[in-house]
């Protein structure tokens, strides 16, 4: 067994009340790499915060080499607030004003709060890791996706965790910038990390959490620290940049979508049954079909931004409203 030990940095930042930020560090005794797991940098984003509690035992159990450090709770003050940043108000989708922590690393002693709560998470744990993952979530509509820069070695890295989907995107050069993602600062300075989504903000789901705990062992074994291969990297997935085709399906008329017990993730073949059409003007319904087989990365009739706001995930679709977004899936190997 690694020895677990609990931590807890003080933090004392201008405008917010003082408050802890405890950690595990999980230490097998012995050299290796330094994984810092991160979770909740926005405060509606709190799947990643069960993950840790439930990959503890886990990773005492598992660890052979090097240490893990473990933050479940990155950014307190914006979990409070039960909203994507420190002042966000209700129905406000994430903005990147200057309370996202997202583009505040890495920080900034005298900044302000959300640079001071980088800062201080940089100094503490950030210079001494060697990997990371960065856990978030979003809508409920798509499916848990990694979400790597398009660069090999951190695209493979993020393969290892077998989630169903993996989106890799183009920021442009790391290096210019004057600040980063948490993820991207880990990039500018030639670390592996990537930054992942899973299902569903302000909420816990017990599937989701289960795939977070498997993405942590598997990543855990691609960087050696756990022995062992990655598991579940034969199910089926998707692998896909802006430019890969997608068949999105739109409702060809005004009217209720009515759904049909699918969820983000589930595999379909062409002419499968996504759902009913029920339209206003005429009382009649419309079966809306998948024209393509793959898997469905988005599903259900909402709005951009839905989770923050009951009007955004109202099922009735306008004409052209999107119902569902299909991809190919790929193999993995
Ligand atoms: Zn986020």
Redesign the pocket.
Known sequence: MAKVEKRIINVNVKNIREFNLPYWEVDSGREGPCFLLTAA??GC?VIGCDVMRRFLPVAARDLVRGKILLLPFSNPPAVWNRRHNLYSSPSEP?GFGKDNI?GAWPGKADGHEVEQIAFIINEKLVKESTHNIDM??WSRFNVACAVPDDESKQVEFAMAAALPAVHVISRGPAAKREYYTLSGYFNATDRLSFSMEFSGQYMLSERESELGVRMLSNCSRYIGIFDGDPEGTDEPSIFFNHETPRAEVKAPAGGLFVENGLKPGDIVARGDLLGILFMDDSLDTLEIKAPEPGMLYSYGCHRRMADVDLAAQHPYADKDGLLATIIPTVRRT
Do not use: F, P, V, Y
């Open positions: 940098l926005h984003e994430k997202n978030h979530c």
